[in-house]
């Protein structure tokens, strides 16, 4: 089966694109509200999260307070 490699400002902005139309949210805001466990329903944006795995682990949006 063939891969894919995404860029990182592919990968954000399709958080970004996914984020905005499911929740009117930034992915940052998202991603916080994730990391706090604060996020209602996150199942609706598990393919965000997801995304956000193929980051670096010291990636700004993985970290960001």
Do not use: N
Request: charged content about 30%; overall charge negative.
């Amino acid at each position: 089966m063939p891969t894919a490699e995404l860029t990182r400002e592919e990968i954000v902005a399709e958080m970004e694109r996914v984020s905005q139309r499911r929740r009117h949210l930034s992915a940052a805001k998202v991603m916080r509200s994730y990391r706090e466990g604060t996020l209602d329903d996150a199942g609706e944006l598990a393919d965000v999260i997801v995304l956000s795995t193929l980051l670096p682990a010291d990636d700004p949006l993985r970290t960001s307070p």
